[in-house]
């Protein structure tokens, strides 16, 4: 009967052990006291045993060998920046004065500058804007039917220049207004009333202008 109690009790012990070597397995390349703790020196180092390798290492004493989770970041796609539309103006203003020389329907070569730089750029960056309307206008000096005729000329002139810069013939339209619409902001039917020679003509440079309407499909 003591034999197997002796046995019984030898086995307990033995099946205890295990368990506690299992439970501190995983610092088994530290010295550790009965309790299970690893020991520390008098600087508070875990005493390492003599077999102890880097493999062995545990956060507890030597954190920076233990392999650390990696956190994986999504890659974040790169969202293409879409440059911003630019649209021709709805409505052009052009000063004869710039694009023609007094009493003439010839475009001057600073007027195809002003051209190139405020309607035919736009018109070739982007094809899809509408029908395109050039209205040529002129002031009250001399006839309406001489005034009538010189408008659409100048109209005219600066549609064959556009056309010349690879702007579709199609997506052009003029009209002549003659001297029927002073421009509305100078209104020079009153601001020049009384005038005469030279000074009526400057005074009425506001209604000698080209104006070209676009719009966008």
């Known amino acids: 009967m003591k034999t197997f109690i002796c046995l019984f009790g030898l086995t307990a012990v033995f099946v205890s052990s295990l368990v506690c070597a ?53 890659q974040q796609k790169e969202i293409p920046v879409i440059p911003e539309k630019i649209v021709p103006p709805a409505i052009v203003r052009l000063n004869a004065g710039t694009l023609f020389d007094f009493d003439r329907a010839e475009v001057k070569p600073e007027g195809k500058t002003v051209l190139d730089e405020k309607i035919v750029t736009g018109m070739k960056l982007h094809t899809d804007t509408g029908p395109l309307l050039i209205i040529g206008h002129a002031d009250r000096i001399g006839s309406e039917r001489y005034n009538q005729r010189l408008s659409e000329r100048r109209a005219n002139a600066v549609r064959d220049y556009l056309v010349e810069q690879g702007v579709g013939a199609q997506r052009l339209s003029v009209q002549g207004k003659g001297e029927s619409e002073p421009d509305p902001v100078s209104n020079t039917g009153v601001s020049c009333r009384g005038m005469r020679g030279e000074r009526l003509i400057t005074c009425l440079q506001p209604d000698r202008r080209v104006t070209v309407e676009t719009t966008a499909k």
Request: charged residues 25%; hydrophobic residues 35%.
């Open 22 to 74: 299992q439970e501190v397995a995983d610092k088994s390349g530290y010295l550790t006291d009965s309790a299970g703790n690893v020991v520390r020196n008098a600087y508070g180092d875990c005493w390492r045993t003599g077999y102890w390798t880097p493999a062995m290492a545990i956060s507890e004493c030597d954190p920076d060998l233990v392999k650390k989770e990696v956190a994986i970041v999504p």
